[in-house]
């Protein structure tokens, strides 16, 4: 016999259940012939044993983390996942051609799977309720209950069944299988996320299966409070027709306003009326942060997010408004793999942000620094700022250039990445080869086309979530096609290909925090050593 469990885990579903270092060690060792020797015995248990003698047991219906072995690890360790890797070829062949040792090149079949045509809204509420078991099922009701807003990500070719709650991210690794079911919580597994994830894919299986976003509720609506908005639009009108140059009064309504818009939970309106009140600050500063496009745009964008609540369309109240949407989150373990950073300049301040991909979730967090100068101090530019803490005894440089693992990190709803001030034993960070083609489909873009589809096809920009990077991808780059300079702009641009065929350009542009980026980014397109991503 097979196991289709086993069978249905890619390398990045085994790493959303285990974290991205193992699986790519297990690959490694597998390519260099110091795999596992697997056996598999009529009841599908499947053995694997090691050169060092190790032995790992996958057993049907239980979950990576549960499966014995003999290294006595208490989560996923890498026999597990090596294991897990290595069957699908290992099953592909007939019992007598079957190897007795794992080689170069074993693990193909796990890339290479067929797409099977699942949903979670097939999930029964008694398979829910065998799973998760009572305590978790009554949770969910009561969430259920309430209402909230589920963004659905049906199956793809390279994608598995996948869901955004307010609080955290479900995949669904493995068709049918709730045993491989992972959600990114800091709550003890299994929890009551697995079902409203599945409650979600059945309220969305009413129309055509595609990715949208659906309110979830399962109970009666309740009655309408009093306008929680009637203070902010005020705010925002008296501001729009008195102008920001005499605003600088309005500070006890902002307060007034926030208090209403947190008792009501309306994240996303609360969430403008802060980068108002930061906009006219920054004017009153005179700071380059100002812009009066922007501060018209919060404006603009509170009114819309105001009316589409009202007539509660296609998209709903609760969506427009974020109204599940927690203010912060703490992820039980996640790895995160930078994709780079940015410096801006304030008058003598920098102000440093991280792009960090979590592969697990299929989001990007940032993490933010701002550092100062006070005078006599001569404010410092990127480079210099490398050296400089951005977290605990974690260094700007080796964030940007390198990878976390981290059990303190807190996730904002606008997906800024929060750690303790002091640094703890909870978070390392470790280089990265830069190498991003494990990334999953929705963090790398292959082919610009498409993922132009992708971004006309979400709502609006001021009714979706108000979430930071909610574009930045890695970009896998086939070629450099033309590079110039334009001196009287003094930005570099660049026409690249990518791997699908397609072009994109690429412009940097001069700063004054960043003074040598444009002769870097140059150098590394022209260089010997092939630009990938």
Not at 7 to 13: C, M, W
Not at 229 to 237: E, F
Not at 416 to 427: H, M, Y
Request: proline content about 7%; glycine content about 6%; aromatic content about 4%.
């Amino acid at each position: 016999m097979s196991r289709p469990d086993l069978l249905a885990l890619s390398p990045e579903s085994i790493a959303s259940l285990a974290n991205l270092g193992l699986v790519k060690r297990a690959l490694r060792e597998i390519a260099a012939g110091e795999g596992p020797v697997l056996a598999e015995d009529e009841a599908g248990v499947v053995t694997g044993t090691f050169n060092d003698g190790v032995t790992a047991k996958l057993v049907p219906g239980m979950s990576l983390r549960e499966t014995p072995c003999s290294c006595g690890a208490v989560t996923v360790c890498r026999h597990r996942v090596a294991v897990a890797l290595a069957y699908p070829s290992f099953a592909a062949k007939p019992a007598a051609e079957r190897p007795s040792a794992l080689t170069d090149g074993s693990v193909e079949a796990s890339n290479t799977l067929p797409h099977v045509a699942w949903s979670p809204a097939e999930i029964t509420d008694d398979e829910l309720r065998r799973a998760l078991g009572r305590r978790a099922m009554d949770r969910a009701e009561e969430i259920a209950r309430a209402g909230l807003a589920v963004e659905i990500r049906p199956a793809s070719a390279g994608e598995v069944n996948a869901a955004r709650l307010p609080t955290c991210a479900v995949r669904f690794n493995v068709p049918s299988d709730l045993a491989y079911a992972r959600c990114d919580c800091a709550l003890p597994e299994p929890c009551e996320h697995i079902a409203l994830a599945a409650w979600a894919f059945r309220e969305a299986a009413k129309a055509p299966l595609v990715p949208k976003t659906v309110e979830l509720r399962r109970g009666p609506v309740a009655e309408a409070p009093p306008h929680p908005l009637k203070s902010a639009l005020d705010l925002a009108c008296e501001i729009l027709i008195e102008g920001v140059a005499s605003a600088s009064h309005l500070a006890p309504r902002f307060a007034l306003a926030r208090a209403e818009l947190a008792a009501a939970s309306l994240v996303w309106p609360a969430s403008i009326l802060t980068d108002l009140e930061l906009s006219l600050e920054a004017y009153r500063d005179r700071s380059a942060r100002y812009s009066a496009s922007v501060a018209a745009s919060l404006i603009t964008e509170l009114a819309a997010r105001s009316r589409a609540a009202e007539q509660n369309g296609e998209l709903s109240a609760r969506f427009v408004l974020g109204a599940d949407e927690a203010k912060e989150t703490l992820l039980e373990k996640v790895r995160l793999i930078s994709l780079g950073a940015r410096v801006f300049a304030d008058g003598r301040d920098r102000e440093a942000e991280v792009y960090l991909a979590d592969p697990s979730s299929s989001v990007v967090l940032v993490l933010r620094r701002r550092f100062a100068f006070p005078e006599p101090a001569l404010p410092e530019a990127g480079p210099d700022l490398a050296a400089r803490r951005i977290a605990g005894k974690i260094s700007f440089g080796s964030l940007a250039s390198g990878q976390m693992v981290s059990r303190s990190l807190k996730r904002l709803a606008n997906r800024e990445a929060v750690l303790p001030a002091r640094g703890d034993a909870k978070t390392s960070v470790t280089p990265h080869e830069g190498d991003f083609s494990a990334l999953p489909p929705s963090l790398l873009v292959r082919d610009p086309a498409e993922f132009e589809r992708s971004l006309r096809a979400l709502p609006p920009r001021m009714l979706r979530p108000r979430v930071l990077a909610e574009s930045t991808r890695a970009v896998e780059i086939a070629g450099v096609r033309s590079i110039y300079y334009r001196p009287g702009e003094q930005e570099l641009r660049a026409d690249l290909e990518t791997s699908s065929g397609g072009s994109i350009r690429l412009v940097k542009r001069h700063a004054s925090a960043t003074p040598g980026a444009v002769d870097a980014v140059a150098g590394a397109l022209t260089g010997e050593a092939r630009v990938r991503f």
